[in-house]
């Protein structure tokens, strides 16, 4: 009897693993052995334990941010009464929508740009390759393990005799500079999934390297560029040392938007907790409006 | 009207030769296939013809003209892939049209040439859907319809049925021939499989390493094979090799000693012969159970096909394939005698090259359209 049992749990643990995303599929098939079912339950709570302990301080601060300063500094609490007297003051004090603004220009532009760029990088690699590619593409990431305030001195005087410093075309370009590694390598293996086979059908077919990459390339690797792109802007959004060392009002993102409270009104929670809300929520829910896209891109290729 | 020449191409690939310097000529309206164990070049050959891959040296001249340093396109060729490489994200006329829409050729005009196309390979039903929702053989003819549309001068196809089901494979290789017919063009085709090379070809080229063991029609290459390679290749099941012993070499032929003592005159001409040592090649077909024969052997395994039963029989250190009757009662342990037919036999050097038979086999010369010309006669 024990044997025949453990016979059964065998195969419905391994169906468990492979159809981890289809909750119902699994249920219908595993309904005789019990541990299984209260394994789910314990996992589903590990889950949710997990995700609440990420969550909590973005939920805090945007709970802080609809205190007074007084609840704010006093016990910690969920009970109280909520007031947008903070927004007010924030708001009062800096123009949010002026660094907003900067944030989407700097962000897509230097997002787009990137893109620009890569994607016939990634073209060149993935199609065309070397002896040199992989040693290339490497040296590309390699640069992002390099400290940024390595650099700061050097690129801070290049900015300044370019006439760069404080806008937005020069964050622009740090962005892009910055992101263009990883934008690369994305794209790359994004693009050696697509087989060999279909470009060549098309220039079999008559079309230029350009007409290959409008017609064939984009629109099949389009998920890929997707989650790339939708990555490169929430780094360039989130991105703050460049942003802090290189503008000041102008063309000053929302990074420094909440910087310029951290130290004057640092003790003044439920006003940064307020201007952090507000910095963070539009990429929140550009990242919420978009994740189904983002998930499917990066795994892109593993579930063909 | 579209020939193919190809002088001495050599391709060499981050120093390795995978092709040996091949000279081949492809006439106007032939149906041409490479064939050869899998690493043999064949598919970089027909890339090269295609223009997906250069040539390291060589000359590709299509119509006399050399076009080496010409884009693929420009060829006037179209080429179907063993993945068929359809284009996921279009429709399937969209697919078939691609290469008129690239070309500019005006919405209308492009719609009535796909359409032309895909009456001759019945795809009218499908023309609306996406390459994901069609099966192998509807995503094979779409592929052939997309080459079709191209009118291209020489048509490429690379192991294009390899994917397919043994069923389908075989209708596909009857639609194909049709479409050699119907379309009039010139086709060159790769397989490793010598019965589409037999059964579809005008002309086989068989290829070893990068070098042509072989030209000829798929008769000629059965019948009058050049070495031995090429009688093992060509031909199902595979020929027989038993090692023998000159005795002498007359104007009738080489008489051999069998492995089992007996001798026998295979008609060849071995004026030339120096080694004594040679490689007599039978094949299973021409194997037959004889109670005086001059070979012994006992029966192994026996595998019934219903209308043919293989009879696998150990010959001193040799297994050979002898293909008998299907009402054959000999069972596995019988020990019995073989003949065969002399004319039938080959002889094979110690270079493994092939003495030339004294008379050619009548039916050697024969391609494809010969057997076609008999139906037209009738038909008058």
């Known amino acids: 009897m024990t044997t025949y049992k453990t016979k059964q749990a065998l195969p419905a643990e391994g169906h468990l693993a492979s159809t981890n995303a289809a909750g119902e599929t699994r249920a219908r098939h595993t309904p005789l052995v019990p541990s299984v079912g209260a394994r789910r339950v314990w996992l589903t709570l590990l889950g949710w334990g997990i995700a609440l302990i990420i969550f909590f301080p973005i939920l805090w601060m945007v709970l802080t941010g609809f205190k007074s300063e007084a609840e704010a500094i006093a016990d910690p609490s969920l009970i109280f009464t909520p007031t947008l007297e903070s927004y007010v003051a924030v708001q009062a004090r800096a123009d949010y929508f002026k660094f907003a603004l900067n944030s989407v220009v700097v962000a897509f532009g230097s997002t787009l740009l990137a893109l620009a760029i890569a994607i016939p990088s990634a073209y060149a690699m993935a199609f065309l390759p070397t002896k040199r590619t992989k040693g290339t593409l490497l040296w590309m990431l390699s640069t992002k393990m390099l400290p940024p305030v390595g650099v700061l001195v050097p690129i801070y005087l ?3 005799d370019f006439g760069l410093l404080d806008t937005r075309t020069g964050l622009i370009i740090v962005y892009t500079l910055m992101n263009l590694p990883i934008v690369v390598w994305m794209l790359y293996t994004f693009f050696k999934d697509l087989p060999r086979d279909i470009l060549e059908a098309g220039r079999m077919d008559g079309a230029s390297t350009f ?25 360039s959004w989130n991105e703050a040392f460049w942003s802090l060392n290189l503008t000041s009002s102008s063309a000053a993102p929302l990074t420094a938007y909440i910087a310029s409270f951290s130290s004057p009104e640092g003790l003044f929670w439920a006003k940064l907790s307020a201007a952090s809300t507000m910095a963070i929520a539009p990429i929140l829910v550009f990242g919420w409006l978009t994740q189904k896209q983002m998930v499917r891109g990066l795994t892109f290729g593993a579930v063909k | 009207m579209a020939t193919l020449q190809l002088h001495n191409i050599v391709k060499r690939f981050e120093g390795t030769e995978v092709i040996k310097g091949v000279d081949l000529e492809v006439n106007d309206r032939e149906f041409v296939v490479f064939v050869g164990p899998s690493g043999c070049g064949k598919s970089t050959l027909l890339r090269m013809i295609a223009g997906l891959e250069s040539a ?10 050399r076009i080496n340093e010409v884009g693929p396109a420009e060829r006037g060729l179209a080429m179907v892939f063993q993945s068929y ?33 895909a009456a001759i390979l019945q795809l009218e039903p499908l023309l609306e859907r996406k390459p994901k929702a069609l099966s192998g053989g509807q995503r094979q003819r779409v592929a052939i319809g997309r080459a079709i549309v191209r009118n291209p001068s020489i048509f490429l196809f690379d192991e294009p049925l390899s994917n397919l089901d043994a069923a389908l494979r075989v209708q596909m290789r009857i639609e194909l021939a049709r479409l050699h017919e119907e379309l009039d ?38 019948h009058h094979p050049r070495n031995r390679f090429v009688a093992g290749f060509i031909g199902s099941p595979k020929m027989n090799f038993l090692m023998v012993e000159r005795v002498d070499a007359g104007p009738d032929g080489v008489e051999v000693r069998l492995p089992d003592g007996a001798t026998c005159t295979v008609p060849v001409d071995g004026s030339a012969l120096t080694d004594d040592s040679l490689t007599l090649g039978i094949r299973p077909e021409h ?26 029989v150990r010959m001193q250190d040799t297994l050979v394939t002898v293909s008998a009757d299907g009402g054959v009662e000999s069972r596995v342990g019988d020990t019995l005698r073989f003949g065969f037919d002399r004319a039938c036999a080959h002889l094979f050097d110690a270079e493994d090259l092939a003495l ?4 050619r086999h009548p039916l050697a010369g024969l391609n494809r359209q010969d057997h076609r010309a008999p139906s037209v006669a009738g038909g008058q």
Request: net charge negative; no cysteine; proline share 6%.
């Open chain 1, 158 to 160: 290049l900015f300044r």
């Open chain 1, 211 to 235: 007409q290959e990459v409008i017609y064939l390339l984009l629109p099949l690797t389009l998920p890929g560029i997707a989650s790339t792109g939708l990555l490169s802007v929430i780094l």
């Open chain 2, 85 to 117: 490489a359809l284009y996921p994200h279009m429709t399937v006329e969209d697919n078939m049209g691609f290469s008129l829409k690239l070309a500019g050729v005006p919405k209308e005009e492009r719609r009535r040439k796909v359409r032309e196309a």
């Open chain 2, 287 to 312: 194997l037959q159970l004889e109670p005086e024969g001059p070979l012994s052997g006992r029966i192994e395994v026996i595998e019934r096909l219903g209308g043919v039963t293989s009879l696998y």
């Open chain 2, 356 to 359: 030339p038979s004294l008379s």
């Open chain 2, 56 to 65: 390291t040296s060589g000359d590709i001249m299509i119509d006399g003209k």
């Open chain 2, 185 to 222: 063009a010139t086709m060159i085709y790769v397989t490793h499989d010598q019965i589409e090379a037999m059964t579809m070809a005008d002309k086989i080229v068989v290829l070893q390493g990068g070098v042509v063991e072989q030209v000829g029609s798929p008769m000629e290459l059965y």
